[in-house]
């Protein structure tokens, strides 16, 4: 069973460009949460999606947002850049919603912004 | 508002000695606890978990432990090697239906061969 997939790996960027990061789930997961980490921050939650549809969003500003496709791949994206978003952002899949259940993490985008 | 932490940000522990990683959260109708770790260049990876109707859960060398008086959460890893050296991170889902789990900050283990 393939694992959650995240692309690109790695990308660079600079401030006020835009950048939108994909995510393939696990077979079979309907739901997909993505995750910003830093070393000041550690991991905070971003948004949930769950079949298609939005279910939690964290406390980042609106220049961040995200959507789940009928397949249950998700992308989230990034516009006007600020150096500040520089961090690794993860991607995880699970087969409940919320956090009743083990979520299942990608390998990460490291995105760096210059 | 919800917190989840750890009483330290590192640990070093001499190869085949125990390991002992705490985690302190704050939300007492926290239901479900996660135990992940996270290698160097990787996503975090699962452990082990907890529901809070059991006060302990063991796995392959390891074992986890509730202590929801004081809302405590220890990680045990017994014959520590050095393949164990990584960050570790609790989370813990809060009192709430459907929200997110909320990571701590994460402790690095350091093996020492």
């Known amino acids: 069973k393939a694992g959650v997939t995240q692309t690109p790996r790695y990308l660079i960027k600079t401030r006020g460009q835009q950048v939108t990061l994909s995510c393939s789930p696990i077979?079979?997961?309907?739901?997909v949460s993505w995750y910003q980490q830093t070393p000041g921050q550690g991991l905070q939650f971003l948004f949930e999606?769950?079949?298609?549809?939005?279910?939690n969003k964290g406390n980042f500003p609106g220049r961040f947002s995200g959507r789940q496709f009928s397949n249950s791949r998700s992308e989230m994206n990034v516009s006007t850049l600020e150096l500040g978003d520089s961090a690794l952002y993860l991607c995880?899949?699970?087969?409940?919603?919320?956090?009743?259940?083990?979520?299942?993490f990608g390998e990460g985008s490291r995105l760096t912004v210059l | 508002g919800e917190s989840v932490g750890l009483h330290l940000p590192t640990l070093s522990v001499q190869e085949g000695d125990n390991s002992i990683i705490n985690c302190a959260y704050s939300?007492?109708?926290?239901?479900?606890f996660i135990w992940y770790k996270q290698e160097s260049g990787k996503g975090p990876q699962f452990i082990i978990d907890?529901?809070?109707?059991?006060d302990k859960r063991q796995g392959q060398r390891v074992t986890v432990l509730l202590n929801k008086t004081v809302k405590h959460l220890s990680l045990q890893i017994a014959a520590t090697q050095p393949g164990d050296s990584a960050v570790y991170f609790c989370?813990?889902?809060?009192?709430?239906?459907?929200?997110?789990?909320?990571f701590g900050k994460g402790t690095r283990l350091s093996v020492i061969a």
């Open positions: 995880a899949s699970s087969a409940t919603s919320g956090g009743s259940g083990e979520l299942f």
């Open positions: 989370a813990e889902n809060g009192s709430v239906r459907n929200t997110p789990l909320v």
């Open positions: 939300n007492s109708a926290s239901d479900y």
């Open positions: 077979s079979g997961h309907r739901s």
């Open positions: 907890i529901r809070s109707n059991m």
């Open positions: 999606y769950f079949s298609e549809t939005q279910r």
